[in-house]
């Protein structure tokens, strides 16, 4: 039987490193803060936009740097979707952004992985 693994999986664990980079760069730079309330601020104005999730990052982006960089590298249910909508748009480089979906391409995530069935 071939390896079966999971494309959530690999999207999951992309989504939380380039968090967790984010996380990084916010610690060494609280204003970057400022950006993702820019961002959603924007979102809300727009239609279409899912209120609860905007309502939800209202009162995570409400709390201090440190507390929002604690919850951007949560493993948690919560964190996990809500990094799908993450208002931190723009604060990664594309250089950054790029070498995180390289190490998390299909060729070389999966050259990576032993299969977790059987």
């Given at each position: 039987?071939?390896?079966?693994y999971s494309?959530h999986n690999r999207?999951?664990?992309?989504?939380?490193?380039?968090?967790r980079l984010?996380?990084?760069?916010l610690?060494?730079?609280p204003?970057?803060?400022?950006?993702?309330?820019?961002?959603?601020?924007?979102?809300?104005?727009m239609?279409g936009?899912?209120?609860?999730?905007?309502?939800?990052w209202?009162?995570?982006l409400?709390?201090?740097?440190a507390q929002?960089?604690?919850?951007?590298?949560?493993s948690?249910?919560?964190?996990?979707?809500?990094?799908?909508?993450?208002?931190?748009?723009g604060?990664?480089?594309?250089?950054?952004?790029?070498?995180?979906?390289?190490?998390?391409?299909?060729?070389?995530?999966y050259?990576?992985?032993?299969?977790?069935?059987g």
């Open positions: 039987m071939g390896r079966i494309d999207l999951g664990e992309r989504s939380l490193a380039m968090h984010i996380a990084r760069k610690r060494a730079n204003d970057l803060l400022d950006e993702a309330r820019d961002n959603l601020r924007r979102w809300q104005k239609d936009c899912p209120r609860l999730t905007l309502s939800e209202a009162d995570i409400s709390g201090s740097a929002v960089a604690e919850f951007l590298e949560e948690s249910q919560r964190a996990t979707r809500l990094r799908q909508s993450s208002p931190f748009a604060i990664l480089t594309e250089a950054e952004r790029q070498a995180i979906y390289e190490s998390y391409s299909t060729r070389t995530y050259s990576r992985r032993q299969s977790n069935l």
